[in-house]
Structures are given as C-alpha cells and as structure tokens.
C-alpha cells in the first residue's frame, strides 16, 4: 500500500534523506519545511508525489492549517516525522533569554504543534505512525549542547505519554533518537551564544575532542527508519547509528553504576 508521509525539516539532512527514501519506495511524501526550494528538483523527478510545504513549525496556527493542506493533498497521514530542529551551541551561563526561548520554540514546541495537530486525523484513520526525531543525547546533558539535549529531552518524555494516550486509537509512536549524521545541524542550523572567556579552556578542549569529522551522510540513516515505518510493531525508543548506540549504553552502564553506589543515601527517605 502507498503511504503518505509528513516530514518536517524536508528540505535538508535527514529530512531530506528520509523524503527521498520514501519517495524512491514508490510513497508520497508532504515535505514541511520553512524554505522549501531546495525541493524544487525533487518535485520534478516525483510529480504528483512530492508536495512542498512552506511551514514554520513555531507558529501553531500555520502548523494547524498546513496539517489540513496535507491531508488534502493525498487524503491521509501515514507516517508523521517531526524532524525540524536547530542548535544552541554554548554553556548554558552564556545563553540568552532570547536565544534559549527560540531554540525551544523549534525542537520542542514545534514538535507538540505537529503531535497535536496531526492526532486527531490518525485518531479518526485508527492507524499511523509518528517519528518523534530526537537524539542519543537525551540520556544526559552535555557541556555547550545543554540546551540541545534538554530540548529533545523533554520531547522524549511528552512522546511517551502521547504514545500512552494514542495507542489506544491504533497510532504508535517511536522516539528515534539520532547519532551524529551530517547534516548541516552544526552549520546552518546553528546559533552560537556570545563566549564567555570563564569557559574558553573547556571550550578548546571541547572542539579537540569532536574534531573535524562531520559524520555519515543522513541518507545512511533512511533505510533504518524505512524499515522502522514498516514494522508491525515498533519500538518505543530506538537509537540509530552503531557508534551512538556504544555511547549510550555505556552511558546508561554508568548511571546504574552511579545509582547503586549512592543507593545507601536514596534509601534514607521513605518516598
């Protein structure tokens, strides 16, 4: 059966690498994103299947009124990747007002925007999938991507209970939590906060320690979430990349660790 997609952030990295994947497999694809004109050769190569959708995913009433033009477009949402986003790169001390509500603003709250419009039509379809994108990252904060992680963090939790709330109705829901693709997020889809000369040494040995390595290419992560749209029953939470998926459970080693040698204390409080 063709299925229609609703891909946020369509029109580069990962959104874009997902949009070709399913168009490639013969599905339609409703790609969102702010400038859409790097769509433009792809709405060629896929007349009829490749619906470009100017949308900024912070304003809800757009995100609202796009959600009813994709329906439109081809009838149903089958699988809703909410895959926009940006990056706040500094210490959490250097970070503006302004800076911190924007970032949220894309990762988190565009995110519910989407989730909140889309569920009524899977609700009434009884079936759908939603691919809530966000990272390996979520287990913890990091220094100068914080406010990255704790955005996707919190996307993490409001997913699990949409996933408690709309499982009844025949929709799943699947946090893809993504490794380190190249996808431009570093560059273009970064902001910087003003560097503060407290944090310059932490900051060198930061940039040392990622280096130059940009990542794979995003289209290396397409045929993981093809076969995750098509499973009969997902995964709540799924790491994609090998690498990522080492850290994380090493990381996940180190908090047990941590947990049982602090144990004697949490068992003080009767709570």
Known sequence: MTRVWFITGASRG?????????????????????????????????????????LDVTDRVAVFEGVERAVAAFGRLDVVVNNAGVMLLGMVEEATEEQIRAHFDVNLFGAIWVTQAVLPHLRAQRSGRVLQVTTMGTGGGFPMVGLYAAAKSALDSVSEAVAGEAGQFGVKVTIVQMGGYDTGLFTTGTTLTEPSPHYQELRDRLIEMWGDEAGPAPETAAPVIMELAGLPEPPRRLIVGAASYDIVQQGLKDRVAEHRAWEHLSRKAPG
């Open 14 to 54: 990962l959104g874009r690498a997902f949009a070709e994947a399913a168009l490639r497999a013969g599905d339609r694809v409703v790609g969102a994103a702010r400038d859409v004109e790097p769509l433009a050769g792809l709405v060629r190569r896929y007349p009829g299947d490749l619906v470009p959708l100017p």
